[in-house]
């Protein structure tokens, strides 16, 4: 199967990105360093170039409903301009997909969901369309996204738009005039923990906006940013991953989502995700950081002081901003307290580490 491009593939290479598969695309992973990049984040502003990720919309009278019967967060409090973050239920105690939910109006809606799942997750949803009045568009071909993330991002996209980036609360968006374009979506979201915006362009306009972006941000120090770093950004805040934290076998209560799982609606597996959350689950997703020197990676073993495997890491990298190794794991629940004293088996070492609670980073 070839692997697709992003519209602006060329500038990616122009820029000297070191260009990688990832979720059926070529992908910028890199353009300086890692660490350069992730710093850049963190302190003052940089570009990702996200469009690989897909965009749904559900326009009608049904397109609520719909909403509400596939995932499990309660979208019926949303209000024109908010953004909610939810799960779409597999119907066998399992994740879909976790996603974003835009409210344009009553009855338009737009979902946001992950590059690899566009597929999966249009043929999950559509399967139960057929019962509403609606209709429901992939535009995941049709547009572009960049996030522009960082402290200094609202300063730095300010003179290209008549929105008061300043002051827009986090996880709404407004459909306003940026970088000379009308009814471009800037959206106060973002994966990195560092603030920042998500602009959604179509791509015809792709390229004049990241131009833009870059002319005008250019006095704040912004930087074209890879995948590389997206990823150390979001495990610094403790931010589930897709394919790796949470999958199709595992339990959204187990994995911590809890907090999106909203039981005022009837969604599919609703009854089951009641029933763990009424009594209890045998493991849960905690983070955890190394006390010892070492890195955590993927698939690792979790132990307690005597060897015995009590879980498994899901997520794990050094983190750029404390220096030193964090990770998501699964684990028993028993050990799962923060402050517990677990090991991180690297090949036959165990390294100590103890649970604590996410975000390992202070959100910006």
């Not at 502003?45 to 009278?61: N, P, R």
């Not at 560092?194 to 792709?206: D, P, T």
């Not at 699964?330 to 975000?359: H, M, N, W």
């Amino acid at each position: 199967m070839s692997l697709k491009q992003v519209p602006l593939h060329h500038i990616h290479q122009q820029l000297g990105a070191k260009i990688v598969p990832f979720a059926g695309f070529e992908m910028p992973v890199r353009y300086s360093s890692d660490l350069d990049e992730h710093n850049t984040v963190r302190n003052a502003v940089g570009m990702f170039d996200v469009s690989h990720m897909g965009e749904f919309i559900l326009k009608g009278e049904g397109a609520l409903d719909l909403i509400q019967r596939v995932s499990a967060n309660d979208a019926s409090i949303l209000f024109d301009g908010k953004v909610q973050y939810s799960y779409l239920p597999n119907g066998r105690g399992g994740i879909v997909d976790d996603l974003l939910v835009y409210r344009i109006s009553a009855t338009e809606y737009m979902l946001v969901v992950n590059a690899s799942n566009i597929e999966k997750d249009w043929n999950w949803i559509s399967q139960y369309a057929s019962d509403y009045a609606l209709t429901m568009v992939n535009v995941s071909d049709d547009m572009c996204l960049f996030a522009v993330q960082g402290p200094l991002a609202a300063k730095a996209l300010q003179s290209l738009t008549p929105a008061d980036l300043e002051s827009m609360d986090y996880y709404t968006f407004e459909k306003t005039d940026f970088a000379g374009y009308a009814n471009v979506i800037v959206s106060a979201t973002g994966y990195t923990g560092a603030g920042g915006f998500e602009i959604y362009v179509s791509n015809h306009q792709a390229e004049g906006v990241w131009n833009a972006i870059m002319e005008a941000a250019g006095p704040f120090g912004i930087k074209p940013i890879g995948l590389g770093a997206r990823d150390t950004l979001r495990l610094e805040m403790g931010y589930n991953l897709y394919g790796n934290d949470i999958t199709d076998e595992t339990s959204p209560i187990e994995a911590g989502l809890g907090w999106v799982t909203k039981f005022t609606h009837d969604f599919i597996d609703a009854d089951v995700l009641k029933a763990q959350k009424q009594q209890g689950i045998p493991r849960k997703l905690v983070g955890f950081e190394l006390l010892d020197r070492g890195v955590p990676r993927g698939h690792y073993e979790l132990t307690d002081a005597d060897g015995n495997t009590i879980g498994e890491v899901t997520s794990g990298t050094q983190s750029p901003t404390l220096g030193k190794g964090v990770g998501l794991g699964y684990i028993q629940t028993a050990f799962s307290k923060p402050g517990t004293e677990i090991f991180v088996k690297v090949r036959d070492r165990l390294l100590k580490a103890q649970v604590v609670k996410p975000p390992f980073v202070k959100k910006s």
